[in-house]
C-alpha cells in the first residue's frame, strides 16, 4: 500500500523525496486514526469480549494488555510532541509535504 501511494503521488507530479514523505505522512496519520478508533471501541465492546477460550489469561486479562498497551504509546507519543524542540527537525519536510 505504501508503494502504491508512492506512486500516486509521482503520477501528480511530486518528486521522488517529496512522494516519499507524503505517503510517510498518509501512512502514520491513517494508523494513529486506526489506533484511535480501536482505543475508543475497545471499551465499548468490553462486555461482548468473551476470552473463555485461554483459561490461563483470565476472562478480561487480555484486554487490560491491549488497553494499557494502547496508553502507553499515546502517552509516549504526547511526551515526545509534547517536549519542546524535540520534533523542530520534522517541521520543514512536513511543511513540503
Known amino acids: 500500500m505504501f508503494a502504491t501511494r508512492v506512486r500516486f503521488f509521482q503520477q501528480q507530479g511530486y518528486d521522488a523525496s517529496l512522494a516519499v514523505s507524503s ?3 498518509v501512512t502514520s496519520v491513517s494508523w494513529a486514526i486506526k489506533g484511535l478508533l480501536f482505543a475508543i471501541s475497545l471499551p465499548l465492546a468490553w462486555g461482548t469480549i ?4 485461554h483459561p ?3 476472562p478480561g486479562h487480555t484486554v487490560w494488555v491491549l488497553l494499557v498497551a494502547v496508553l502507553v504509546i499515546a502517552v509516549l507519543l504526547g ?5 519542546p524542540g524535540s520534533v523542530d527537525w520534522l517541521r520543514p ?3 513540503r509535504a
Open 93 to 95: 519536510k512536513f511543511g
Open 50 to 53: 468473551h476470552l473463555s477460550d
Open 23 to 25: 505517503s510517510v505522512v
Open 56 to 58: 490461563d489469561s483470565g
Open 79 to 83: 511526551v515526545v510532541v509534547g517536549i
